[in-house]
């Protein structure tokens, strides 16, 4: 049987907020990641997403 574990870690410090999210699964190649983050650097700036 597979234990699926997904974490998710908040920390709020006004006015900013940090999200994580972590699991265990078979992950993100790394020529990819730049492709699949790209959406969140265009909805929030490229100088709020890190």
Do not use: H, S
């Not at 992950?27 to 699949?36: D, H, L, R, S, T």
């Amino acid at each position: 049987m597979i234990q699926w574990l997904i974490k998710c870690l908040f920390l709020i410090t006004k006015p900013d907020l940090a999200l994580g999210v972590e699991d265990n699964g078979i992950g993100i190649a790394p020529e990819y990641k730049e492709q699949i983050f790209d959406v969140l650097k265009r909805f929030y700036g490229g100088d709020l997403y890190q």
